[in-house]
């Protein structure tokens, strides 16, 4: 079935060294699919019952494979990804961290994974109780008063504060127009405000990486609705004068978001609702256990004071005597989630805060700053550190100096990591550090990887110094199933079928 030709091993075929051609190339007609028992089911005659002019009148140009060659095809295709399982993923802002088997045994056992959402509460009260207890959990955390659990990432969760801010400052009869955000700020974070119907204001980043606090002054007016104020900032850097910005923004009458996204940083050791911030999200997959990329499902609770928590979205898990139940906020602004939120993500979530206990936690935080710092001073010989301090759970290196002395870029060497056996950074962000590279190893790496990392990253900068060295980044990787590719084209023309590549 695997085009290996002559000469080449299977093994190499098998674990991914050669092409993998799409599913199509193993179509062929007398291929059995899989056939199920006869099951007493009266057919329908579909044509009964949609109407012809949505009836195609031609077959699908499905593959025909039969299952035992599907299983094969996908996971010969597993072989050739990296994955967080596999080894170090130290991306910035995104955390990759390993996530415990255990929380994943947890969220697949029957009695939660079957269970239907509108399943009447006296039948589903241990699930009414995970999610009520996990709420109670994330205010403790966020020192916040109450959350909702619906939004189904960070950006949803933006997004909620968002509405829930529009729904504040309207109770109050004073409609507000703008919101101002750092220039470190997250992509996510002015999209939100431009899907919410606000105007983003940008305040400048200060020579020590932080909020330009007396920039700040200047534009704050009473057509500010609120600020959102990601901490740790995406350098890496905790923010030194939230009390005093928090101050400025509610004497203006607005309302104080924190991007608590990376909350993995602070866990058990200060809360967004201690610093002065009335509203905050909070990614379960990049602070707790949940697996994440490739689309993968997430969750962004929002938590908030107690001014907004008539605001929050509904219906929220409640407990009465020993019962749990469901009630909406009186001036909730309604669902932002069909259910209740990706609720298997919220029992991972959970299942580890328990796994962990509060010292659990604090732990987690402590070692996630420490291999920060660990790795950036490990690698400040090789590249420019444009804010090299004390960093929390991540740090920004530059690669400028080496691509004006060779020529090779941060994107080479993300390139070229790979074939050191790691994932890359993020690359090119944040947008104001030139050539950046942005690192977390996460608290989930030990010691000797941290070592290997920082060992892979300075043999790069080392090897683009010589011209030979510096030409073989620049056409990195090598060692990978698939080598460079057109990174534009590659996510616009998606060649889906061996010869149909789409438009
Ligand atoms: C990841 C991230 C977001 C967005 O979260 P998603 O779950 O990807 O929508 C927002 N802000 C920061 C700082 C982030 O790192």
């Not at 059995?32 to 019952?49: A, F, W």
């Not at 080894?87 to 079957?114: H, I, Q, W």
């Not at 109450?146 to 529009?166: I, K, N, R, S």
């Not at 020529?407 to 990591?417: E, H, N, P, S, Y």
């Amino acid at each position: 079935m695997i085009k290996a030709g002559a000469g080449v091993a299977r093994s190499s075929v098998v674990m991914g060294r050669e092409e993998e051609p799409t599913i199509f190339s193993f179509s062929s007609s007398d291929h059995n699919p899989v056939k199920l028992r006869n099951t007493n089911v009266p057919s329908h005659d579909v044509g009964n019952e949609i109407p012809a002019a949505y009836l195609r009148s031609e077959h699908l140009p499905l593959p025909n494979v039969s299952e035992r060659d599907v299983t094969a095809h996908f996971t010969r295709l597993t072989h050739r990804q990296y994955a967080v399982d596999l080894g170090a993923y130290p991306l910035g802002s995104c955390t990759m961290k390993y996530n415990p088997k255990m929380c994943d045994a947890v969220s697949a056992l029957a009695r939660f994974e079957g269970a239907h959402p509108n399943t009447p509460t006296e039948f589903v009260q241990a699930w009414l109780q995970v999610l009520y207890e996990l709420e109670q959990a994330l205010c403790e955390v966020a020192g916040m008063s109450g959350v909702t659990l619906q939004p189904a990432a960070g950006a949803a969760g933006e997004l909620t504060g968002l509405l829930m801010m529009q729904a504040y400052h309207e109770a109050q009869s004073n409609p507000r127009k703008t919101i101002i955000i750092p220039d470190s700020a997250h992509g996510t974070n002015p999209a939100s405000v431009t899907l919410g119907g606000y105007q983003t204001i940008t305040v400048p980043t200060n020579d020590h990486g932080l909020v330009d606090v007396e920039a700040l002054k200047k534009v704050v007016d009473e057509d500010v609705a609120g600020m959102m104020l990601t901490n740790p900032n995406t350098l890496g850097l905790f923010e030194q004068e939230i009390a005093k910005i928090a101050e400025i923004i509610h004497d203006a009458g607005a309302i104080m978001y924190y991007d608590g996204a990376n909350l993995n940083a602070i866990l058990g050791k200060c809360r967004p609702g201690d610093m002065g911030f009335d509203i905050v999200h909070m990614n379960l997959h990049k602070t707790f256990a949940v697996p994440h990329g490739g689309g993968g499902p997430g969750a962004g609770p929002v938590g908030v004071t107690e001014k907004l928590v008539d605001f929050l979205p509904g219906p929220r898990p409640i407990k009465i005597d020993d019962h749990y139940d469901w009630m909406t906020p009186s001036k909730s602004i309604g669902r932002v989630h069909g259910w209740h939120g990706n609720s298997l993500a919220l029992l991972r979530a959970y299942s580890y805060i328990l796994l962990n206990g509060s010292d659990g936690l604090r732990d987690v935080s402590e070692r996630a700053v420490l291999n920060a710092n660990y790795l950036r001073t490990k690698l400040r010989d090789s590249y420019d550190i444009p804010f090299d301090t004390t960093c929390m759970h991540e740090f920004v290196v530059s690669a400028s100096s080496i691509k004006k002395e060779t020529g090779v870029k941060a994107f080479d060497i993300a390139k070229a990591l790979l074939d050191h056996g790691f994932h890359a950074p993020t690359m090119y962000f944040p947008l104001i550090v030139e050539e950046a590279l942005m690192i977390e190893p996460t608290e989930t790496e030990s010691l000797e990887t941290l070592d290997e990392l920082a060992v892979a990253l300075n043999a790069i900068a080392t090897e683009a110094s010589t011209p030979e060295g510096a030409e073989s980044i620049r056409t990195a990787p090598h060692l990978t199933p698939v080598g460079r590719v057109d990174e534009a084209q590659a996510a616009r023309a998606l060649i889906l079928t061996d010869d149909h590549p789409s438009t």
